[in-house]
């Protein structure tokens, strides 16, 4: 699909066209549902080459071997194959290379610019998936390939808190597990996914993935036995290992909130265990986000009653003092004013003839 850069605004036309058209790809697989379903949002994320999008085509064939029924929403506009067929594309509304030449960006500026467009529409693409809802079970979301175009920007934020404030929400952080195998980089993705946790607030499944060609299971001894990670660790006698081993200490407590899970998108291993604590995270958005989320649209809503309160007292005062004063209201005649005379009494003005 063309999409139209030389206007102002690169997306909104085609966007709009499509909305009104209908731009969703015909195999969506939802079949008329009998009762109403309770839609997950699944946003993935993770660092280049991680494997998100080979998850995400991984999980959207798991479901429709369970009979389920998944939307996807791809928000790479930069990829050039998806293994998978999205129901909507940002690539299909928005040119990211286009959007490169006509602003003079390179290709993350690019990228990120085509998402920031795309975002504007977002309130609309939701109305879509709203219409949907009650035949789905999940929304699966596919993010660009830099993490940080996503988890750094305004637009990865607006279309986060869009989606956890509609639908339950769960992030699934994708590992690439053969290249975190040295306690070094193991702990800067830590570090990573620990950010971006505490930045979205949302439950969390730490995916890692690619266990055909290695195996989890050292990274869950690492998070749940300190003493086996300082083991691995006591080969780097550098500064660096007495800074990692520290971190070690202020991370456990984040390990604690996380549901780990070892899967592979090409052999399809581990899709129970990802479900099962997908379950438990959507538990965990009821307990503890959605009452969170809750308090703050309530303190806001109480916040702005009291400063309309505040404003019709204000307004009933300024009434009354204009009633007791010497200022009648538009209209009104002061007697004893000989600008306004009362012909009925024969008064003239002074200076009438
Ligand atoms: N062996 C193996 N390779 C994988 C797996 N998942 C992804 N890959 C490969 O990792 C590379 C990056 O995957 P991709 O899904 O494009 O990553 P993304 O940038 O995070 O979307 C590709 O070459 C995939 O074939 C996996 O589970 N096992
Ligand atoms: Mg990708």
């Known amino acids: 699909m063309e ?7 690169p997306i909104s036309d085609s966007l709009q066209k499509e909305i009104q058209e209908g731009f969703e790809y015909e195999n969506t697989g939802v079949p008329a549902g009998d009762s109403e379903k309770e839609m997950v949002a699944i946003i993935c994320i993770g660092m280049a080459g991680s494997g998100k999008t080979s998850f995400l085509q991984r999980l959207n064939a798991h479901l429709h071997g369970e009979n389920l029924s998944p939307y996807i929403i791809n928000l790479d506009p930069a990829v050039a194959n998806v293994s998978y067929t999205p129901n909507i594309d940002i690539r299909s509304t928005v040119n990211y290379k286009e959007v ?11 990228i990120l610019t085509a998402l920031n467009l795309f975002t504007t529409k977002f309130d609309q693409v939701l109305d879509l998936v709203d219409k949907k809802k009650a035949n789905l079970d999940y ?3 596919d993010t660009p390939g830099q993490i940080e175009i996503f988890t750094w920007s305004a637009s990865g934020a607006i279309i986060t808190e869009t989606l956890a404030v509609s639908y339950p929400t769960v992030v699934a952080y994708i590992i690439d597990t053969p290249r975190t195998i040295s306690p070094a980089t193991f702990m800067s993705n830590m570090l990573y996914a ?3 946790l505490y930045k979205t607030k949302l439950p969390f499944v730490l995916v890692f993935n690619k266990t055909d060609v290695v195996s989890h299971k050292f990274a869950e001894e690492w998070m749940t036995d300190f003493e086996s990670f300082q083991e691995a660790l006591s080969s780097d006698t550098s500064y660096m290992g007495t800074f990692i081993s520290s971190m070690c200490l202020v991370l456990e407590e984040f390990y604690k909130h996380l549901r780990v899970v070892g899967c592979s998108a090409v052999t399809g291993q581990g899709m129970d265990d990802f479900f099962d604590a997908v379950k438990l995270a959507v538990q965990e958005y009821k307990d503890e986000y959605k009452p969170a989320l809750e308090e703050i649209i309530a303190k806001k809503e109480k916040a702005e ?3 309309r309160e505040a404003e019709i ?6 009434l009354s003092m204009e009633e007791k004063g010497t200022e009648l209201p538009l209209g009104g005649r002061r007697r004893d004013d000989p600008l306004f005379p009362d012909p009925d009494k024969g008064e003239k003005l002074p200076f009438a003839e």
């Open 305 to 307: 009653l009291s400063k």
């Open 3 to 9: 999409s139209n850069v030389n206007n102002m605004d």
């Open 313 to 318: 007292a204000r307004l009933v005062k300024d």
């Open 100 to 110: 490169m030449k006509q602003y003079g960006l390179g290709p993350n500026g690019g």
């Open 194 to 196: 620990c950010s971006i």
């Open 139 to 141: 929304l699966l979301v």
